[in-house]
């Protein structure tokens, strides 16, 4: 038997619906645990939320995918994808984060205010539509995941006709049913990308890339490689897990109903309400992997040098050392602090904007659904099979 065969494997069926369960005894049996994940990769988890959060702004946890030194894949993407700000480490991450906040400031996200609460009232209009027609309508494919694409397609600069191919290869590329269809998904965003640079350099207007493209152009130290990274990163992360956060949500508040009736009483509670979603329902579970550069100790814990480490912020918002009744959603809950949407050099460029999106999709449903209600059972819905995040596939809705 193999060492990684003999590792716990806590990543199964039964995880994919409800990982909090599994949390919360690896919890309480230790701080950090070796398991291994679905392909039987050996990884250290991090659960407590005192040692994710301090471990996520450490410098010997290097986010370099060549400081791994026992064979970690993971997700593979092209070397011109590949130079993100989610890969590299302190000195690069700072000098293409400054690059990146040039151009992706407050002013530009608040421009996009309009357009996004017009979209979503667009989108609503064809839940409303479907619900009249047919009873019920999808949530995830009709509203949450095509807003974030049309508030990102617009920040780009992105064709409005290229929207729904994108949307179709972001989703393989999280859910494929075969290596060969992420390998495809993930080479056609590349050549869609590389051919939108250099359509945005002949043709350029007011949006994030071209502005990107400017700083690239002008000699900053941006590479192309970089910038063709920098476009994928801001599509992928403000596509995806906005997605999610919003389907995520609206089931939270449905599976919540007092804390939803409060919610229609006093609107003015909705940013709270979208922070407690953050910390209850996120749906990325791990940051991403990173790797020691040296020995360390972690919880009591030596990790060697270039083991894989997984630190969880979902297992830390539920740390009942941090944060007092975890497992309560409360919109009213006074502690705002959360992980998810990072910590340190990695703290989300895209927060702002991701807030606008779920705070304007969230407000528009309840708004236009006076009785918005679940359309089957909360126990027949099915879940993305991922140790990475835990995602709805498809959240059907009534109007009441």
Not at 135 to 161: C, M
Not at 245 to 250: A, D, F, K, R, T
Request: glycine share 6%; hydrophobic share 40%; charged share 25%.
């Amino acid at each position: 038997m193999t060492i990684e065969a003999a590792l716990p494997q806590p990543f199964n069926s039964a995880h994919f619906v409800d990982p909090h369960r599994a949390y919360a005894r690896l919890r309480e049996e230790g701080p950090v645990h070796q398991v291994a994940l679905p392909d039987g990769t050996p990884i250290w988890l991090v659960l407590r939320e005192a040692d994710v959060r301090a471990w996520l702004t450490d410098d010997r946890l290097s986010v370099n995918k060549a400081k791994s030194g026992n064979g970690y894949k993971g997700f593979s993407l092209p070397p011109a994808l590949d130079a993100n700000l989610l890969n590299i480490d302190p000195a690069d991450h700072l000098r293409l984060r400054r690059l990146v906040s040039k151009t992706f400031t407050p002013r530009r996200v608040e421009a996009l205010r309009d357009g996004v609460q017009a979209a979503a009232d667009g989108l609503a209009d064809v839940l409303a539509r479907c619900m009249e027609t047919n009873g019920a309508a999808d949530l995830v494919s009709q509203f949450a995941n095509p807003l974030p694409l049309v508030v990102i397609g617009d920040l780009l600069g992105v064709p409005e006709q290229d929207r729904k191919p994108f949307s179709d290869w972001v989703t393989t590329m999280f859910d494929p049913q075969g290596r060969e269809d992420m390998a495809n998904a993930v080479d056609s965003i590349h050549h869609y990308l590389v051919e939108l640079i250099e359509q945005r350099r002949h043709e350029p207007d007011d949006r994030l890339l071209s502005a990107l493209i400017a700083v690239r152009d002008e000699g900053d130290t941006l590479t192309e490689d970089e910038l063709v990274s920098l476009a994928f990163l801001i599509l992928f992360a403000g596509s995806e897990s906005t997605q999610h956060v919003i389907s995520g949500g609206l089931l939270t508040l449905l599976e919540h109903p007092r804390q939803l009736g409060a919610l229609r009483e006093y609107p003015a509670l909705l940013p709270d309400a979208v922070e407690e979603i953050l910390r209850y329902a996120h749906p990325n579970q791990m940051a991403i992997r990173r790797f020691p550069t040296e020995d360390i100790v972690i919880g009591g814990t030596r990790i060697p040098a270039g083991d894989t480490v997984m630190l969880c912020p979902a297992s830390a918002h539920r740390d009942p050392q941090r944060y007092p009744e975890p497992d309560r959603f409360d919109i009213h809950r006074t502690d705002k602090s959360h992980l998810a949407l990072g910590y340190g050099v990695h703290y989300c460029l895209g927060a702002p904007l991701a807030r606008l999106e779920i705070q304007t999709a969230l407000g528009t449903l309840l708004r236009r659904f006076p009785k918005l209600s679940l359309g089957v059972p909360a126990d027949q819905l099915r879940w993305r099979p991922s140790f990475r995040s835990h995602v709805v596939k498809e959240l059907p809705i009534t109007a009441g």
